[in-house]
């Protein structure tokens, strides 16, 4: 099978900040590939290099047979982009904006309107193509920017949180796209999410954290890897009951997200023993089954919100200690 | 694996079952020089488009050549009227007008370069398969157009200050604004790739543009200046527009010695006149190395 995208130790670093730590991987034509992590787990900084819109520091990869450093317009022929960002011209209807992209790209002029109508078509968008852009909803026009990636058809797709803000009505019906892009077209479709949820839809997933991938399989195995099922309690005194745990069943607990979590292989008959065993009096009790925020959490320490909240607080920190600097 | 199949639509007519409707597949072909004039060709048609959508534009960018063209030229002439040697003083200046409605119509071109990037469709042009170099000429191509064509509505005007028609006298006109036009597209979309915000773009307009019509000589003649306007007034760079686009409309007068001398004495640096040749020359010259600076300037951008 020959890779859409190969990655081989791909750096980026801005000025001391190393955003992208080394990552490769191997995206197999026709796969759906998700890129999961936090905000500011370096997603974006890697998808921007291999659509060239960024070079590495280090290493290198290819799209589409075609070296990202040495044959950038070669790469970008046989991409489409959809970004988080709108990219729209507002001001034209949404026929002129994927006629000026067809053009752009050099599409044979007899092929336009078809494709237009297909794309458009695919994306509920056809009777409304004489519309100005202005006039639509952040839905619609994210659906028009996947139906513009499209236009040239592009043997990878790139979507960089293509469900970011949208309703839970739009967000189902944009992954409806992609399952039915994957049957009708040759495209590999590389995304990146930040939902939990979304993640599963993919063949494969990366999990990255910090600049780099700690885990790399399909939601299925990375699950299985995981094992354990996650039991969390609410209780009355929360050091009580993790130091409790610890002497009396040997699990390592932790707090997340407000509530003492622990991770055990069998959760249905380990939840009785727990109330009868632990000592300190539970208030509530919730189990699950492995999710991907429990592969996250055990590769990283932390679920994927926790992470995202403490980077938050350093961001925060920085811009108070920018702004009492520039106060002095 | 090669490129996806030719770009032939896939399609068995009439026999397709609706339940899969036939995949069209194009095919991207390689950079050419083709597809570099496509990409110019793209670039400047999206300018045309925004126009006809925005027609009020035309209208408005109107009103300032015309309050300085009717109020100022007709409001000063009973106190000029001793020194323009029986030149209305609305003739005189409309040279100067030309230039300078194609100047704010030009920048305000490439300030669309900063609103596309304010929107993210910058990004689109810039992540297609074509040389940034293509998109910078096409915008400067797209900044001309249409300030050419305010300038030819203003062109329109010559009856009402009282210059004659003649072809000679349209197409010199013309061909001047064009070149004018590309020239400060080109210095607009020179500051558009460095200065990201619009407000930042507005201010740096009023700082340099103000100036530069001042300074030019669109509003008296540039013979016995004091020192310092002189020396300004050399190197401002519209000067050497409007000094060429005065004599082209004073060719078609009928004007007395007197009056050419004091009215259109011709730009001299250290008493040497400099020939009109060289003058609009130099206009081509420096839009040439602002496109330049543009075009290394969008490279360099990530």
New interface residues.
């Given amino acids: 099978m020959?890779s859409a995208i190969s990655v081989k130790d791909l750096r980026k670093s801005f000025g001391e900040f190393e955003a992208v730590r080394g990552v490769s991987f191997e995206v197999e034509?026709g796969e759906v590939f998700g890129f999961l992590g936090p905000n500011g787990a370096g997603k974006t900084t890697t998808i921007n290099m291999l659509?060239?819109?960024?070079?590495p520091s280090g290493g290198g990869a290819t799209v589409a047979?075609h070296d990202i450093v040495s044959a950038r317009?070669?790469v970008?022929?046989?991409i489409g982009?959809v970004?988080q960002?709108?990219?729209?011209?507002?001001?034209?209807t949404a026929e002129?904006n994927l006629r000026?992209?067809?053009?752009?790209?050099?599409?044979?002029k007899g092929?336009?309107a078809?494709?237009m109508q297909?794309v458009l078509?695919m994306v509920g968008l056809w009777e409304r193509r004489g519309a100005q852009v202005l006039t639509f909803s952040g839905g619609m026009r994210r659906r028009l920017e996947i139906a513009r990636g499209l236009?040239?058809?592009p043997?990878v797709l790139f979507l960089d949180e293509p469900t970011i803000g949208l309703d839970p009505q739009t967000r189902n019906s944009i992954w409806g796209y992609i399952r039915q892009l994957q049957e009708?077209?040759?495209i590999t479709i590389f995304m990146t999410t930040h939902y939990m949820d979304e993640a599963e839809f993919c063949g494969r997933i990366a999990i990255m954290d910090h600049g780099e991938i700690v885990a790399l399989d399909s939601p299925g195995a990375l699950k299985e890897q995981v094992g354990a099922d996650r039991i969390r309690i609410e209780t009355d005194d929360d050091g009580a009951a993790i130091e409790a745990l610890g002497e009396r069943f040997g699990l390592e607990a932790a707090i997340s997200e407000g509530a003492v979590t622990i991770a055990v292989p069998d959760g249905e008959q380990f939840v009785p023993r727990l109330f009868a065993e632990l000592g300190v009096p539970i208030r509530s009790v919730s189990l699950s089954r492995p999710t991907l925020d429990d592969v996250f959490m055990s590769h990283t320490g932390s679920t994927i919100r926790d992470a995202e909240e403490s980077g938050n607080k350093t961001d925060k920190r920085v811009a108070m200690q920018m702004m009492s600097g520039a106060r002095r | 694996m090669s490129a996806p199949a030719e770009g032939a639509v896939a399609t068995a007519p009439g026999a397709t079952p609706p339940a899969a409707p036939p995949v069209v597949t194009v095919r991207v072909p390689g950079r050419s020089a083709r597809s570099e004039l496509r990409a110019i060709k793209v670039v400047w048609r999206r300018e045309m488009i925004r126009l006809r959508a925005d027609r009020m534009r035309i209208v408005t960018s109107l009103v300032q050549p015309l309050l300085f063209l009717f109020v100022l030229g007709s409001g000063l002439q009973q106190l000029s009227e001793a020194s323009t040697h029986g030149v209305n003083l609305k003739t005189f200046i409309y040279p100067g007008v030309l230039c300078i409605s194609v100047m704010f119509t030009a920048m305000f071109s490439a300030a669309s370069i900063v609103w596309d990037r304010e929107f993210g469709f910058l990004r689109e042009m810039m992540v297609a398969p074509v040389r940034r170099s293509s998109i910078v000429i096409g915008k400067c191509f797209g900044g001309a157009t249409v300030a050419s064509l305010q300038g030819v509505i203003l062109l329109a005007l010559a009856w009402a200050v009282d210059v004659p028609y003649s072809v000679s006298l349209v197409l010199g006109v013309f061909l001047l604004q064009l070149l004018l036009a590309f020239s400060i597209t080109a210095f607009g979309v020179m500051a558009a790739a460095r200065v990201k915000q619009m407000q930042s773009f507005m201010g740096l307009m009023q700082l340099i543009v103000m100036p530069m019509f001042f300074i030019s000589g669109a509003l008296f003649p540039v013979t016995n200046l004091p020192g310092w306007l002189a020396f300004l007034n050399r190197i401002d760079p519209l000067t050497y527009a409007v000094s060429p686009m005065r004599s082209i409309i004073f060719g078609h007068l009928d004007l007395s010695k007197q009056a050419e001398a004091a009215l259109n004495p011709g730009i001299t640096w250290f008493g040497w006149t400099v020939p009109m040749a060289l003058e609009i020359f130099m206009v081509f010259a420096l839009g040439m190395v602002m496109l330049g600076i543009a075009i290394w300037e969008f490279n360099a951008s990530e």
Avoid at chain 1, 100 to 108: M, N, P, Q
Wanted: proline share 7%; aromatic share 6%; net charge negative.
């Fill in positions: 020959p034509a659509c060239t819109l960024a070079k047979d317009d070669d970008r022929r046989h982009l970004f960002d709108p990219t729209l011209d507002g001001y034209l002129q000026l992209h067809a053009e752009l790209y050099g599409v044979e092929l336009v078809p494709r297909q078509e236009m040239h058809s043997r009708s077209e040759e």
